[in-house]
C-alpha cells in the first residue's frame, strides 16, 4: 500500500504510504473522470494548478468547519506529526517525506513534544 510521488515537494520522486480507503476513492475518481496524463487534471486537461490546490484545501476546510487555518502544506505536516505520535522510526518518515537528511525531519519532533512528554519512561516502570 504504496504509492509513488512524481515531482512532490523540492522536485523530489518520492514512495509514501496509501491508505486502503483513499484507494477505493481514488479508483473511483479515475473512473468517473478518466484523467489522461495527470491523476488530477484541470478542467482543460494538464497539471492542477497550486492556486486550485489551494482552493479545494479551503473548501474542505469550510465544510469540516475548522477555523484553523490549513494549506496544503498542512497536510504534510500532520502526516509526520500522526506518524512520530506512536512512535514511527524518524528514518522512516524521512523517506516518506522525501527528505534528504533527519535534521529536516527531526523539526516534526517538536511539534510533537507535547505528546511525546506523555510517555512513560521505561526506567520508571
Given at each position: 500500500m504504496v504509492t509513488r510521488v512524481r515531482k512532490g515537494k523540492g522536485g523530489k520522486d518520492r514512495y509514501t504510504l496509501l491508505s486502503k480507503g483513499?484507494?477505493?476513492?481514488?479508483?473511483?475518481?479515475?473512473?468517473?473522470?478518466?484523467p489522461k496524463e495527470w491523476l488530477f487534471e484541470g478542467e482543460k486537461g494538464g497539471r492542477y494548478s497550486a492556486t486550485s490546490v489551494v482552493k479545494v484545501?479551503?473548501?474542505?476546510?469550510?465544510?469540516?468547519?475548522?477555523?484553523k487555518k490549513v494549506v496544503p502544506h498542512t497536510l504534510r505536516h500532520s502526516f509526520a506529526t500522526h506518524l512520530l505520535a506512536p512512535g514511527t522510526d524518524l528514518r522512516?518518515?524521512?523517506?516518506?517525506?522525501?527528505?534528504?537528511?533527519?535534521?529536516?525531519?527531526?523539526?516534526?519532533?517538536q511539534v510533537a513534544n507535547p505528546i511525546l512528554s506523555g510517555i512513560e519512561?521505561?526506567?520508571d516502570s
Open positions: 483513499l484507494l477505493k476513492d481514488l479508483r473511483a475518481y479515475y473512473m468517473e473522470y478518466k484545501v479551503k473548501k474542505a476546510t469550510s465544510r469540516a468547519r475548522m477555523s522512516y518518515i524521512q523517506t516518506l517525506l522525501g527528505h534528504n537528511s533527519t535534521h529536516t525531519t527531526e523539526i516534526y519532533t519512561n521505561p526506567l
